[in-house]
């Protein structure tokens, strides 16, 4: 069930990220059970790592609270509406439920755009902006092999 307090949670955190200077105006929840366990900002200028955005930094607090690599029975409660890699990172992390503040079109109005992205995403490799070269891919598929055998892997 959807709580207004919660979303509150993380507009004020964006809100108190930008005035402590640390990031962009993003944050996130995670809530289980009714209780956050966890809490995300945006730190992408701050730790100088395009990753730490904060439905991810929140996700990986999480993780850590739960010990557990899923977050099956969680909610997470954003800001903004997810980018594409951290859209990426919550499916991975298997939420039950994604609620969001602002969307992808507010935050490139103020200068976070990610549209390039879905494009480039929707293009065959050859047409990306960045090149994508593939390179020993026999030597890298026993790593696969071996993989498929074990008997010892955990699933996700």
């Known amino acids: 069930m959807a709580s ?24 996130a929840v995670v809530v289980r059970e009714q209780k956050i366990i966890a809490r995300g900002t945006n730190l992408v200028t701050s730790t100088n790592d395009p990753t730490a955005h904060a439905e991810v930094v929140a996700i990986r607090e999480a993780c850590r609270t739960l010990q557990t690599f899923q977050l099956t029975g969680c909610d997470i409660y954003t800001s903004c509406e997810p980018c594409p890699m951290c859209l990426g990172a919550i499916y991975w992390a298997r939420p039950d439920t994604i609620y969001y503040a602002n969307t992808h079109i507010d935050a490139a109005n103020i200068g976070f755009d990610d549209f390039f992205i879905y494009k480039e995403i929707a293009l065959p490799i050859t047409d990306r902006k960045i090149p994508m070269i593939q390179m020993m891919r026999e030597e890298a598929f026993v790593a696969f092999e071996e993989w498929k055998k074990s008997q010892d892997k955990i699933h996700y």
């Open 4 to 27: 207004n307090a919660f979303m509150q949670e993380a507009i004020e955190l964006s809100r108190k990220n930008i005035r402590d200077g640390k990031g962009g105006p993003f944050a």
